[in-house]
């Protein structure tokens, strides 16, 4: 008999908001078990188009990276979280939080979300 184990990583929490009013700010969560990996990158996408980075081998590990609508603040994100200081009509979309750990394994798993935004007017 043959036993092996074989490392997963799994979401623990993840959270998009389904329903924000335009102007308020938005916390994306996105938590996850890594079973002993190593963390090789944190990405969030927004209608598939990269918008956040995390590396822990970067310096800075995060980096941002300009799309229309999307106010993160560098500061209060991180490996874990990223925070948009406010919202506009141009934030709705499909989100998604996509986790990656180092080899061997090179495992990604990915979680999405639609984010509507009610009221105010674009900015």
Known sequence: MCSHSA????????DVPGAVI??????????YNLEGAELYSVKWYKNNVEFYRYL????????????VGLYVNLS???????FLERTDLNSEGSYGCEVSTEGPEFRTIIFEKDLNIYGGCLM
Do not use: A, M, T
């Not at 490392?7 to 993840?14: A, H, K, P």
């Open 56 to 67: 822990p081998s970067d310096v800075p590990p995060g980096q941002k990276y300009d799309l």
């Open 22 to 31: 335009s102007g308020e700010p938005v916390l994306l969560l996105c938590e």
């Open 7 to 14: 490392r997963s990583i799994r979401f623990e929490r993840v």
């Open 76 to 82: 209060k994100s991180n490996h874990n979280r990223v």
